[in-house]
């Protein structure tokens, strides 16, 4: 019912910033709460944001609290995640995720019924 597609990563020293955007197809995307998850090679797959469909709640996970932040405009189909002081353990392919309903579950992948392809992000030191 909705696909979603990310974009922005890249290439970015330690301390730099980067913000990744998910395009999101549908008509209800604004009913949709949405996520970013992360996978580093021979990691499993974490918890980075959440936001809620109305916007009201944006949990972090406790390791890039206080350094990146979830933003949505629904107006344009768009999730954002802006991710400042970059360190080398943020390397990792990131992922875009839709959900939807109750309970939420927001830290669960397992819980969102859409995914991106995901889009790279590479800190050096």
């Known amino acids: 019912q909705v696909q979603l597609a990310e974009s922005g990563g890249g290439l970015v020293q330690a301390g730099g910033s980067l913000r990744l955007s998910c395009a999101a197809s549908?008509?209800?995307?604004?009913?949709?709460?949405m996520g970013w998850f992360r996978q580093a090679p021979g990691k499993e797959r974490e918890f980075v944001a959440a936001?809620?469909?109305?916007?009201?709640?944006?949990p972090l996970a406790d390791s890039v609290k206080g350094r990146f932040t979830i933003s949505r405009d629904n107006a344009k189909n768009t999730v954002y995640l802006q991710m400042n002081s970059l360190k080398p353990e943020d390397t990792a392919v990131y992922y875009c995720a839709a959900r939807m309903g109750l309970p939420y579950r927001y830290y669960d992948g397992n819980d969102y019924a859409y995914w991106g392809q995901g889009t790279q992000v590479t800190v050096s030191s």
């Open positions: 936001i809620r469909w109305s916007g009201g709640s944006t």
């Open positions: 549908g008509r209800t995307f604004s009913s949709y709460d």
